[in-house]
């Protein structure tokens, strides 16, 4: 049973550039979020997607943006990039309605602005 | 604000002996609490969660409790081992709009020295 997989593991843009990152959710995930790790900080939500819909959104500008397919894989889209977007970006998935289960997260890709 | 605040910010130990990890949370209203590891270049993955009614929750050398009146939780880690040398996040859930946002400690550094 594969685990939540994130794609490039690694890669580096240049500010002012475009980014798309890929995520597919662990199966019988419906639910995928995406986090902004900053290095020795913890991760910080951007958004979640269910049904196709961003549901609930953290503190970033609209530079950040997604979409989610129907078969629950997602992506995670970053215009205009700015060195303070370098970070890890992780993506977690969970079941809609799991309140009591955790949320399993792949192991991220690594973004490095130049 | 909601805030995750954990401490010590970093731990060094000897292996064999025990440790405790501290959380204080300001989330409001409290849906659950999550302690994740996290190792160096990966994703992090799920150790405990609790709701409000529950007060302690272990998963093997692992025993987290919360006092959910004073807004506390600890970690702690039995008969330390040199794996255990890594990342351990505090989460703590809200409910909002149908969903649940998690917010994010910054996370304790703990190293497991032979």
């Known amino acids: 049973d594969a685990g939540v997989t994130q794609s490039p593991t690694h890669l580096i843009k240049t500010r002012g550039q475009q980014v798309t990152l890929r995520c597919s959710p662990k199966?019988?995930?419906?639910?995928v979020s995406w986090y902004q790790q900053a290095l020795g900080q913890g991760p910080q939500f951007i958004f979640q997607y269910y049904e196709e819909e961003e549901r609930q959104r953290g503190n970033f500008p609209d530079r950040f943006s997604g979409h989610q397919f129907p078969n629950y894989s997602s992506e995670l889209n970053v215009n205009a990039l700015l060195l303070g977007d370098s970070a890890l970006y992780l993506c977690?998935?969970?079941?809609?309605w799991g309140v009591g289960q955790p949320q399993h997260f792949g192991d991220g890709t690594r973004l490095s602005i130049l | 604000k909601n805030q995750v605040e954990q401490s010590p910010q970093s731990l060094i130990i000897l292996e064999g002996k025990n440790c405790t990890l501290q959380c204080n949370y300001t989330v409001s209203p409290f849906s659950n609490l999550r302690w994740y590891k996290q190792d160096t270049g990966r994703g992090p993955v799920s150790l405990t969660i609790?709701?409000?009614?529950?007060n302690t929750k272990s998963n093997g050398r692992y025993t987290a409790t919360l006092d959910a009146d004073t807004k506390q939780s600890s970690l702690h880690i039995t008969a330390s081992q040199l794996s255990d040398s890594a990342s351990y996040i505090c989460?703590?859930?809200?409910?909002?709009?149908?969903?649940?946002?998690?917010?994010f400690g910054r996370g304790t550094s703990l190293i497991v020295h032979p």
């Open positions: 989460v703590v859930s809200h409910a909002s709009g149908g969903s649940y946002i998690p917010t």
């Open positions: 977690a998935s969970s079941p809609r």
């Open positions: 609790m709701t409000f009614s529950e």
């Open positions: 199966s019988g995930h419906d639910t």
